[in-house]
């Protein structure tokens, strides 16, 4: 079975740090957020919109990954207490709070 890393305070923190990702095809691997129209899997070139951009859960824009590092963050967010995880759970709780 596979060992599960630790994760601190400070790996999310780091993870909620916006990362200039502009010159990069990223996909949303966080759950829909039908208010902004974000569909899992959407992919972006040249940046995230606007109304992404506007959204105050940092958890939504940490879930924009590279796109050659998608089966990863699938297989991580399946992990329970990973980074991933964590954050695509804090995304599930700003959706339902609205």
């Known amino acids: 079975m596979k060992k599960?890393?630790?994760v601190t305070k400070e790996m999310v923190k780091e993870a909620l740090e916006p990362k200039p990702n502009h010159d990069k095809t990223l996909i949303y691997c966080g759950p829909e957020v039908a208010s902004v129209g974000l569909?899992?899997?959407s992919v972006f070139k040249n940046g995230l919109p606007a109304n992404v951009l506007e959204l105050e859960c940092k958890a939504i824009h940490a879930l924009f990954k590279p796109v050659e590092d998608l089966a990863k963050v699938k297989s991580q967010i399946a992990i329970k207490g990973s980074k991933e995880n964590q954050l695509f759970n804090n995304v599930l709780k700003f959706i339902r709070e609205g």
């Open 39 to 41: 569909r899992q899997f």
């Open 4 to 6: 599960v890393e630790e």
